[in-house]
Each structure stands twice: as structure tokens, then as C-alpha cells.
């Protein structure tokens, strides 16, 4: 089996989308998403003028090889958009593989671990009055976890928190928008939010909240230890943690467990996290962290040390990432729990899916590969749009991590 032809589909159904088509001379075609929010194309471009020439001619079967050949063969390593690059092109290879075989592509994952994957929704609010409605309103569509982000008095932009009734979306058209943030109110704030949503709700329901890296050390180790009797299922990226040694002042301090990753691209950003049990959950995502190959190694990797996953799941992966994670997701032991942020209805046009949502659970048929088509014709309808993630200012106007 070789492969014959692979392209690069870029469109904007809501939002942008960047998906790898790889054709063989079986006439099977694989599909991988490149969605790299905010560097859509640097991924696109990459693909197209330096994988897609040296992929034509593989044997699409060899994908440990070709994995290989785009990680190891390349000298300039690891990175968001060569790492995203490489995923996608993982992705559809695991796809064409299963479609030939005719079946699931969790089949070749080690089949069946479970029959359905706990996901959890997202709840924000402005205020706490509307967190608490929203989270309500999750509760009600059926989910058992709610990750809930609210609006901090006195704190222009709290991460995650829409103040125009739209579902979140940050990335915004144009330049990056600059937000204003203050981590002392936001400090003195939120054990308040998730006091009252634990009042509200009962002790049953699971609670994620996400930090999105705004925390210093000692200020992430603060809130996990006062959040610690609401018994979050998750703190989130409490820290910007390049520095991974700064994981564990946190551990030091609090039983609150912790996820961390979705920025993360390979398995070099975890090996402290995870051989010293500083985190209980993996976030970094198929589509950005190397593909199935790659993370197959890292959950493998995590298991030994009692960590599960928590794939990113936002609506910026498309829904060739989110089909591909349910299929892993289902065939390992170590699952957590999956992000589950519906894409709007409009994304549909061009993606045909096979996965469904029911009562806080997420599951897939058993459709060949991935399991997951693009429209084509669907997809040349909606351009791209040049959209940016924000830029983040403490108020004095220093600049900081969104
Ligand atoms: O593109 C950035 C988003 O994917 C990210 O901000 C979402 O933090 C996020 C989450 O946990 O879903
Ligand atoms: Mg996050």
C-alpha cells in the first residue's frame, strides 16, 4: 500500500479548522486534525511544503516508522506546530490502517476498556448568580462533572467567562485582544464561587476548575489547599509550568488534585510531573501532543505512576481529535475523564460525526477508522478567518500568561 496524494484543508465553519487529508492507492483516505488555535497556518504551511512531499510514496501501514521519520528525522524537534504537524499526520494513519482492516479504530487500541466515556461540561459566568444558573443547566442536559469558571469583581477579564451570553470562544478576529487580570482578587474570590456551587449542588456532582496557568507557585499551592474542601475532581494549570520542579510546592500543600498539559507537545514536558506523582491527570491532547503513537506511550508511561488521562477537549480541536480521543479513551485502563465542549451547530456542515452524547456520557459507533468524514464542498463555504487568542496584562499593564 503506498500513498498517493495528501492535502491541507483550512476552513472556518465558526471557527477555524485545519484538517490533513492522506490518500493510498486503495482508494482508503485517512483524515488527522492540525488545528493549532491562532497558528493555523504556520501548521497548514509546514504540512504542505515540507511533510506532504516526503510522506507521498510511504507505506501508510509503517506508522511507528513514519511517526518516526517526522520526529527523530526532523533535527529541529518537538515544538507546537512541527508537533501538531506530526499528529495529524498520525492521526490519519491510524485512520487508514483501521478502514482497511474494516473496523474501529479503538480495536487496534487494545479493544474495549469501558462502553461509554464520562466527560465533563463547561459552565461560566459572569457573576456567581449566572455560574450557578449555568452549572444548573449542565446538570440538567444530563453531565456528572462541570468545569465552572466565573467572573471575579474587579478583574476585567476572568480566563474562561463570557460576558455576551455567546459560548466561550477566545480566539477573536484580528490582532490579539489584550485582557486585564489581577491574581489577588481572583485569590479571595474563588473559594467563595465554589463554596456557594457545593452548597447548591450537593457533594455528588464533579467540579474542575481551570487556572490557566495564572498562579505562581506559591499562590497555585494557596488555592489548592483553600479549595480543598469543596474536593474539586481537578485544579487546572495552576501554574505556567515550564519549570516543572515548581509542581511540587502544590503536592507539598494540598490533596487537591491536579491537570496539566494542554500546551504540552511530547512526553520531555512530563517526566518530572509524572515519575514524581506531581499531577493526577494528563491533558495534552492527540492533536497536539504527538498523535496516537505518541500518546499511547505517554498514558502507558503515566499508568505506572497511578495517572490518568484528562484530554483537552476544547472547541478548538476539531471533531476528527474529539472522535479519535473517545476511540483512546475507550481502549485504555488509565482513562479519567474527557473535556467535552460541543462544537456549534454550524461545524456539522462540514463534519460528519459518529459519536453521541447521553446523560454525562460520551460514546462512538463502530464505523471503520476514525470514524469521522469532511465535506469538501461544505468546507470551501466557510474561508478561513484570521483569528488570534488574547494577549494578557496584570492591571498595572505588566505583561503576563493568559
Ligand atoms: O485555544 C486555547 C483553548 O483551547 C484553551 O484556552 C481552552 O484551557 C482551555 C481548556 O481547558 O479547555
Ligand atoms: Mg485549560
Redesign the pocket.
Known amino acids: 500500500m503506498k500513498i498517493t496524494d495528501a492535502r491541507v484543508i483550512v476552513c472556518s465553519p465558526g471557527r477555524n479548522f485545519v484538517t490533513l487529508k492522506i490518500f493510498t492507492d486503495q482508494g482508503i483516505y485517512g483524515l488527522g486534525d492540525a488545528t493549532l488555535n491562532g497558528m493555523e497556518k504556520s501548521v497548514a504551511t509546514y504540512l504542505t511544503e515540507y511533510c506532504i512531499p516526503a510522506l507521498i510514496g510511504k507505506d501508510p501501514g509503517n506508522i511507528e516508522d513514519i511517526w518516526q521519520y517526522f520526529y527523530r528525522g526532523v533535527y529541529w524537534r518537538r515544538g507546537a506546530v512541527s508537533m501538531t504537524a506530526v499528529s495529524a499526520i498520525d492521526m490519519a494513519l491510524w485512520d487508514i490502517k483501521a478502514k482497511l482492516l474494516d473496523t474501529p479504530l479503538y480495536n487496534l487500541l487494545g479493544g474495549r476498556s469501558r462502553d461509554r466515556i464520562l466527560v465533563y461540561a463547561h459552565a461560566n459566568g459572569a457573576n456567581l448568580g449566572e455560574a450557578v444558573e449555568n452549572t444548573a443547566r449542565e446538570v440538567e442536559k444530563g453531565f456528572k462533572a462541570v468545569r465552572v469558571q466565573c467572573g471575579i469583581p474587579g478583574v476585567g477579564n476572568a480566563y474562561g467567562v463570557v460576558t455576551d451570553k455567546k459560548p466561550y470562544e477566545p480566539a477573536k478576529r484580528g490582532l490579539p485582544p489584550e485582557e486585564i487580570w489581577d491574581t489577588s482578587l481572583y485569590l479571595n474570590y474563588i473559594p467563595k464561587v465554589f463554596g456557594k456551587i457545593r452548597e447548591v449542588f450537593g457533594n455528588d456532582l464533579h467540579l474542575l476548575h ?1 487556572v ?1 496557568h495564572r498562579c505562581t507557585p506559591i499562590e497555585a499551592a494557596r488555592l489548592a489547599k483553600e479549595l480543598e474542601p469543596f474536593h474539586l475532581f481537578w485544579l ?2 495552576p501554574v505556567a509550568c515550564e519549570l516543572q520542579e515548581s509542581l511540587r510546592l502544590i503536592r507539598q500543600h494540598s490533596t487537591t488534585p491536579v491537570a496539566v498539559g ?1 500546551v504540552f507537545n511530547s512526553v520531555f514536558d512530563y517526566t518530572t510531573l509524572i515519575t514524581e506523582q506531581l499531577i493526577d491527570y494528563i ?1 495534552m491532547p492527540l492533536s497536539h501532543g504527538g498523535g496516537i503513537t505518541h500518546l499511547q506511550k505517554v498514558a502507558a508511561f503515566a499508568s505506572f505512576y497511578h495517572i490518568a488521562t484528562g484530554f ?1 477537549g ?1 472547541t478548538d480541536l476539531s471533531p476528527v481529535t474529539l472522535a479519535a480521543a473517545i476511540h483512546f479513551n475507550t481502549a485504555i485502563n488509565n482513562f479519567g475523564i474527557q ?1 467535552y465542549m460541543p462544537h456549534s451547530e454550524v461545524v456539522g456542515d462540514v463534519f460528519k460525526t459518529n459519536y453521541k452524547f447521553e446523560n454525562g456520557f460520551l460514546t462512538i459507533d463502530d464505523s471503520p477508522g476514525i470514524g469521522v468524514d469532511i465535506d469538501e464542498k461544505a468546507a470551501a463555504r466557510y474561508p478561513y478567518i484570521t483569528a488570534r487568542l488574547p494577549v494578557n496584562r496584570k492591571s498595572d499593564g505588566t505583561l503576563f500568561n493568559w
Open positions: 481551570d490557566h487546572e494549570d494542554e491533558r483537552h476544547a473535556e
